[in-house]
């Protein structure tokens, strides 16, 4: 069992940046890859981002990359999501998600969200 709380979410202007953070407890955080999805108001939940275990690998949805960088420290069980030059369009509940597999799919482990807001 992995249990994963984010934090780091709030409101930002347009062009603003954030980090958010997720931590782990449970079993070795470094065995788990992990992600970032996102949901916004009326909309599925969308992958944002995700991060192989060892951090050697990630891969990026295409609305966020080169804005958002995901990056993990294994000795702290912590992911990390920078968020930056945010647009009104990236409001959502962010979520952190791990798995043993490394993908933009899958997902057995979820955070309960936080909410980010870009006001205009």
């Known amino acids: 069992q992995v249990r994963l709380v984010e934090s780091g979410g709030g409101l930002v202007q347009a062009g603003g940046s954030l980090t958010l953070s997720c931590t782990a407890s449970g079993r070795t955080f470094s065995s788990y890859a992990m992600a970032w999805f996102r949901q916004a108001p009326g909309k599925e939940r969308e992958f944002v981002a995700a991060i192989s275990g060892s951090g050697v690998g990630t891969t990026y949805a295409d609305s966020v990359k080169g804005r958002f960088t995901i990056s993990r420290d294994n000795a702290k069980n912590t992911g990390i999501l920078q968020m930056n030059s945010l647009k009104p369009e990236d409001t959502a509940v962010y979520y952190c998600?791990?798995?043993?597999?490394?993908?933009?799919?899958?997902?057995?482990?979820w955070g309960q969200g936080t909410q980010v807001t870009v006001s205009s």
């Open positions: 998600a791990a798995d043993r597999l490394f993908s933009q799919y899958r997902y057995d482990y």
